[in-house]
């Protein structure tokens, strides 16, 4: 019976006509985002073709200008306080450096030859990190854009070294992230996990409530109400997996078809500690553990929500209702959260389940660096998320005694 009544409970979810519209959706929004959105996304290290020709122009018009004047020496700049001083400073030569370097990356970008562009990238980044640091459009909204464009600048290098050390060979879909693994560590990092919760939310908003439509069959199964409670349980959850995973491994194809599908081996930069902001507070952990810490917790934040939307199912019998109320929690932390929100009611804000819906940003310390705090760490994550989900089970318990099958039905 428990096996039969669990087929049929999955079975219903799958031929939901709330089900099929939305995962059609779903389906056109994940091709979207695998072959429009992320492929041509503009991030800082995007190679722009049209900017370099233009600042190649640039140069050439001011080397043309500085030849033509004589003075291809150095260039002294007069400033007055009570004194002069005379700087000198080799502003030809400097032009000259860029204009062959800048071209070489571009020849390399045109001839398909990323590892050559690569090492041109990153020997550039070392003698400019002004190229993030005084780079005002990057972060421009963040309290402390120096910060971010400092973080932002070391992850970048400690990529980059990594592919170099690495004996992978350098591909357009590698050293621009895009690749079958790389995007699927971006999208787990960048509130994907989010995306993907509340895909679950949905599926299991109206595993009671449409009931109602099939009283007098369900009041006389001979299943008990909280076994039945349960086995719907089981079922939204065993659904919400098989989808979560359809979605990871197909969005994973795609990008490998288009980019490869990447290495386990590559590294992810993550922050261990805040105590100097310079590279001696970060590390490395391989893609293959970070996807392994992130998704190993997913299973528990599904089960949490599927319990939670049971228990608002009992109590307000409206799967739209249950939609809002349970869309609300996950998103509940965007409500509060700012770069300085360190507590809540008194309260470290490390001690409350919502700061760990986004997972992802727990296991390289960026919620921690967000937040300029250290109380967040992956272990208390794991407890209080578990703990959350012991509470709600305990209120399910008792919910379930209170609001009986005949109760529920009565008043459905």
């Not at 992320?38 to 640039?58: G, R, S």
């Not at 690569?118 to 190229?131: D, G, K, T």
């Not at 971006?186 to 993907?196: D, K």
Request: glycine residues 4%.
């Amino acid at each position: 019976m428990n096996r039969y009544y669990l087929k049929h409970e999955f079975l219903i979810t799958a031929r939901s006509r709330r089900t099929i519209p939305f995962v059609f959706f779903i389906t056109i929004l994940l091709f979207s985002y695998c072959f429009i959105i992320w492929p041509y996304a503009d991030t800082k290290e995007a190679f722009n073709k049209k900017e370099t020709e233009e600042y190649l122009t640039y140069l050439k018009e001011q080397q043309n200008l500085w030849e033509s004047i004589g003075n291809t020496g150095l260039v002294f700049n007069r400033r007055s306080i009570d004194v002069y001083f005379q700087i000198g400073n080799p502003v030809y030569a400097k032009n000259d450096y860029n204009y062959n370097l800048f071209l070489a990356m571009s020849q390399s970008f045109e001839d398909r030859n990323f590892e050559r562009m690569l090492q041109l990238r990153v020997f550039y980044l070392q003698n400019n990190p002004s190229e993030y640091l005084e780079d005002r459009f990057l972060f421009p909204k963040a309290p402390s854009p120096r910060k971010d464009r400092e973080h932002a600048y070391y992850q970048t290098m400690m990529k980059y070294e990594d592919y170099l050390k690495k004996d992978h060979p350098v591909t357009f879909g590698l050293m621009y992230e895009k690749t079958g693994l790389q995007t699927l560590q971006n999208l787990l990092q960048n509130y994907g996990i989010y995306f993907l919760l509340f895909c679950v939310i949905y599926f299991s908003s109206d595993i009671l409530s449409r009931d109602r439509k099939h009283q007098a069959i369900l009041q006389g199964l001979p299943l008990s109400w909280y076994r039945q409670l349960n086995l719907k349980s089981l079922s939204a959850f065993l659904y919400s997996m098989a989808f979560i995973g359809s979605v990871i491994v197909v969005g994973v194809l795609l990008m490998t078809i288009q980019f490869g599908f990447g290495y386990f081996d590559l590294n992810v930069p993550i922050m261990i500690k805040q105590e100097t902001f310079a590279p001696e507070d970060y590390s490395v952990i391989s893609i293959a553990a970070y996807l392994g810490k992130t998704l190993v917790v997913l299973p528990l934040l599904v089960i949490l929500f599927v319990r939670l939307n049971v228990v608002l199912s009992l109590l307000f019998k409206n799967e739209w209702i249950v939609l809002f109320l349970s869309s609300l929690l996950l998103f509940s932390e965007r409500l509060y959260f700012t770069r300085s929100t360190r507590e809540l009611f008194g309260k470290d804000i490390s001690l409350f389940p919502q700061t760990y819906f986004d997972f992802g940003k727990i296991i390289n310390g960026e919620k921690n660096f967000l937040l300029n705090t250290e109380t967040i760490t992956y272990a208390k994550g794991i407890i209080v998320l578990f703990i959350t989900y012991l509470v709600i089970e305990v209120i399910l318990y008792f919910v379930s005694l209170i609001i009986n099958k005949r109760r529920f039905y009565l008043t459905s």
